[in-house]
């Protein structure tokens, strides 16, 4: 139990054992029975019975009087609790919007990041297929200059010129392993590009996602700080309108809204002060 919750507890027991006053109709009555009683004592002469009477009826008004005050202090902190209930329960209210919100801002993007992943993962894998793909196409695409050295080694040799032939297929070879590794480090060089940029455009990505993250938290946070202040104005309201209305000028009741206003961990408003 929350100290708020304590302090309604707290002040509905101490209302329930305050001390009973006879009621005022009985008061009314018991007063009538006293003046007859009075009356009849002076016609006898009995003045000390008399005297005694006017001071049991002082006594009752008395009693009256602090009865009535009590009630007064009672109806009082009644509907100060009631409007701290109140407005404590719409402060709760608007506290699990807040935290409502901003759990479904996080899983929301959550949900954005994790198809963002799942598409960057799709997009390197298609990558890596497409630079595969390549480098095999350039592994067989011919090589011009390799097939006419090659060529030209074939007639070397059928006509019986064997070194020449041999010269020729290693100038081919030499040619055919240069230009594979032009094509072959070409390739790599665009695959490593797209892979750049890919992981590039991913991290941009995640940074405006986690800046969209904080934005809309921020937007929800704000948006519930301008629900409570406009919440703690009204509860303010509210009790320096029952103040003035019930005890305005009494230092009891000024103290009274003080103590009350600390037990529920409330700022004493400033209305309250002379």
């Given at each position: 139990m929350d100290k708020s919750n304590q302090s309604i507890s707290s002040t509905r027991s101490k209302r329930e054992t305050k001390k009973e006053f006879p009621a005022p109709s009985q008061n009314h009555q018991?007063?009538?029975d006293l003046r007859k009683k009075k009356k009849i004592a002076i016609q006898n002469l009995d003045y000390q019975t008399a005297r005694n009477i006017d001071q049991e009826i002082e006594r009752i008004n008395e009693e009256e009087s602090i009865q009535a005050h009590q009630l007064k202090i009672d109806e009082y902190k009644?509907?100060?609790i009631q409007i701290f209930a109140m407005y404590n329960e719409r402060q709760n209210e608007l506290n699990n919007e807040r935290e409502d919100n901003i759990k479904k801002i996080r899983i929301r993007v959550n949900d954005i990041f994790t198809e963002l992943r799942k598409q960057q993962?799709?997009?390197?894998?298609?990558?890596?297929k497409q630079h595969a793909s390549h480098r095999l196409h350039e592994l067989y695409?011919?090589?011009?200059?390799y097939e006419t050295l090659i060529s030209q080694s074939r007639k070397a040799a059928s006509l019986g010129n064997y070194d020449n032939a041999e010269t020729l297929q290693q100038e081919a070879y030499a040619i055919q392993e240069r230009d594979m590794k032009i094509r072959m480090q070409r390739v790599d060089d665009r695959?490593?590009?797209?892979?750049?940029?890919?992981?590039k455009d991913y991290r941009t990505s995640i940074i405006n996602l986690v800046q969209k993250l904080q934005n809309d938290i921020k937007t929800a946070q704000d948006t519930s700080d301008t629900s409570l202040k406009s919440l703690f104005e009204k509860r303010d309201a509210a009790i320096v309108g029952l103040y003035n209305t019930k005890g305005?000028?009494?230092v009891e009741f000024q103290r009274l809204t003080m103590d009350l206003c600390n037990a529920y961990s409330i700022p004493v408003p400033s209305?309250?002060?002379p």
């Open positions: 018991t007063k009538l009644d509907s100060l993962t799709q997009d390197l894998v298609e990558l890596e695409r011919p090589v011009p200059d695959f490593h590009m797209k892979s750049q940029t890919a992981m305005k000028g009494s209305g309250i002060f």
